[in-house]
């Protein structure tokens, strides 16, 4: 039965090519996709790749970085003890190279997008064609927050290729992934669309990942995620990679998210992002059952900073925000993505429920702190996966005393699983007192052992152990 259905699936798929005709290649189109066809008559995506990858760079960036000095270089008994000299020489910093991909999508300015984290320090940034001419790079701007960068090169002949809309991206969508792996060279691999809105993998500071498993490989980052019709809709961006290799599972920043930070890299160079002043928690059927809350997703506001946008747009505590100009809200993560991809000053419209009662308010964002660099505040090591900040006018015993909010925990992170909770201040790491994230950064930074948070919990003062590995 199993060869008596391979054949039939094989007369078929002859009687189809036979439709469509031979000769010289041919592209069909069906619901979803152009079909290619060689002079064979055999499915061939050649035709489209012709096209496309000329539009994908190489990226290769040159930096130095200083070489760490020994600390018992400073021990004035360790100098005497082996005749050294009082004053140790200062280490020489070192030419460093490392490799990325880019994607050109503006042939007429030579704009081109790659990631943040490929050109970070980079002192040169050179930019090669398909084609093997060599360009020097200029950095228009980056953003940490989102790891999208941009760069300018002064060339003719250009080929860009045209944004899709990865708001219509569906799972199980045919993608390819187009980059410069390991500094093989220019390299296409294809898969679908695993899933989308990823977040809470701690890889940037707003987080709505493309899930895919077309193969993506150190090298790769900045290439170009496209559709079968030739449009970009990712910026790949990160893989897991136990291994150290490609396990089929990478990420992609979407495309929507990319050109909304290249319109503002464009004009300031940065991004100025804009803040509601809310702290929120993931909308569950507990919380819902507890809030009296109706609704599928969404995020629930926990407190509502004073004088910020969100009190003057009239949003309350124990409201769910359900959209935000006119587009769902997951969870807590997608919401700070979409406030964090909003301009400065700009009026946005927020649909909530409260009381059972749904309503549409208007809010001004106003500035906001920018997220520094990559991982920034949600990173620190043996705190990943929580959101820090300072605290600020307005949260619950500022003026009593000193100290980091934890303004958001994910689930499952290393912070959770520490015991971490959204609202601990951290007064103290291994007794040192900390009044800012600055300088929890670089307490934790010193410390190589065993950690010991002073935290405020409400009204009790607790001792959290954070071992080494959680």
């Known amino acids: ?54 539009a994908v760079v190489n990226i290769s960036v040159e930096s130095r970085q200083t070489a760490d000095l020994n600390p018992l270089f400073n021990d004035p008994f360790f100098r005497r003890f082996f005749d050294m000299q009082p004053f140790p020489q200062s280490p020489q910093p070192r030419r460093q190279m490392s490799a990325g991909s880019g994607v050109i999508f503006d042939a007429n300015e030579g704009y081109v997008l790659t990631n943040h984290h490929v050109i970070e320090n980079g002192e040169r940034i050179v930019v090669t064609l398909k084609d093997r001419r060599q360009f020097d790079a200029e950095l228009i701007g980056s953003d940490p927050g989102t790891d999208i960068a941009l760069l300018k090169i002064e060339a003719d002949n250009l080929k860009g290729l045209d944004l899709g ?30 899933a989308l809105g990823r977040s809470g993998l701690n890889i940037e500071g707003y987080e709505d990942f493309i899930q895919t498993d077309a193969s993506i490989n150190p090298g790769n980052s900045g290439g ?26 990478g990420f992609a920043v979407p495309a929507n998210m990319a050109d909304a930070i290249v319109d503002q890299l464009i004009e300031f160079g940065e991004v100025q992002r804009g803040q509601l ?22 995020a629930v506001i926990t407190q509502v900073e004073p004088g910020s946008a969100a009190e003057a747009a009239g949003l309350q505590s124990g409201d769910l925000i359900v959209s935000v100009d006119g587009r769902s809200i997951a969870g807590s993560a997608d919401l700070r993505s979409q406030i964090g991809l909003k301009r400065l000053g700009r009026d946005i419209e927020i649909d909530i429920i ?43 015993l500022y003026g009593d005393v000193s100290g980091v909010v934890i303004a958001q925990v994910d689930a499952d992170s290393r912070a959770a699983r520490s015991g971490l909770e959204a609202g601990d201040i951290i007064l103290a790491a291994n007794r040192v007192p900390v009044a800012s994230v600055a300088e929890l950064r670089q307490q934790l930074a010193s410390i190589d052992g065993a950690l010991a948070l002073t935290i405020q919990r409400g009204s009790s003062r607790i001792f959290l152990l954070i071992r080494e590995r959680q």
């Open 224 to 249: 170009a995620l496209v559709t079968l019709d030739g449009r970009l809709v990712g910026i790949n961006t990160a893989i897991i990679a136990p291994s150290g290799g490609n396990v089929g599972i």
């Open 354 to 396: 409260r009381d059972g009662q749904k309503l549409t308010l208007t809010a001004a964002l106003r500035k906001g702190a920018q997220l520094g660099a990559r991982a920034g505040e949600r990173g620190l090591g043996r705190l990943s996966g929580a959101e820090l900040r300072d605290l600020q006018p307005g949260d619950p």
């Open 277 to 298: 002043g809310v702290m929120i928690q993931d909308f569950t059927p507990d919380l819902a059952e507890a809030l009296g809350l109706e609704g599928d997703a969404g």
């Open 1 to 54: 039965m199993a060869v008596l259905v391979s054949r039939l699936g094989h007369i078929l798929v002859v009687l189809c090519i036979l439709t469509l005709g031979f000769a010289t290649p041919v592209a069909s189109q069906t619901a979803d996709r152009p079909l290619y066809l060689n002079e064979d008559g055999l499915p061939t995506l050649a035709p489209l790749l012709a096209d496309v990858t000329p």
């Open 165 to 194: 809309d990865s708001d219509r991206l569906q799972v199980g969508d045919y993608v390819l992934a187009i980059g410069n792996p390991f500094g093989l060279g220019q390299t296409v691999t294809s898969g679908i669309v695993s």
